[in-house]
């Protein structure tokens, strides 16, 4: 699908750099002896705060 094709608004993620972004974040809490819980309300993704949940947070 081409991003023309794409009905707006639409809400857009590369999954890949989400994922290394939760991942570098998790590691900085753990670094700093924080733990990190994961905030539904600000994404509204329960596939965001699976990804969150399962081992990151």
């Given amino acids: 699908m081409k991003i023309s094709e ?3 608004p639409n ?5 890949d ?3 290394k972004n939760i991942d570098k974040i998790q590691q ?11 905030m539904l ?3 509204k ?3 965001i705060a ?3 949940k399962n081992g990151r947070c």
């Avoid at 900085?28 to 733990?35: L, M, P, R, V």
């Fill in 6 to 8: 794409v009905a707006t």
């Fill in 17 to 19: 750099q989400l994922e």
């Fill in 50 to 52: 699976r990804l969150q």
């Fill in 45 to 47: 993704s329960t596939y």
């Fill in 41 to 43: 309300k600000t994404h």
């Fill in 28 to 38: 900085i809490c753990t670094n700093n002896n924080k733990q990190l819980w994961p």
């Fill in 11 to 15: 809400f857009l993620l590369d999954l």
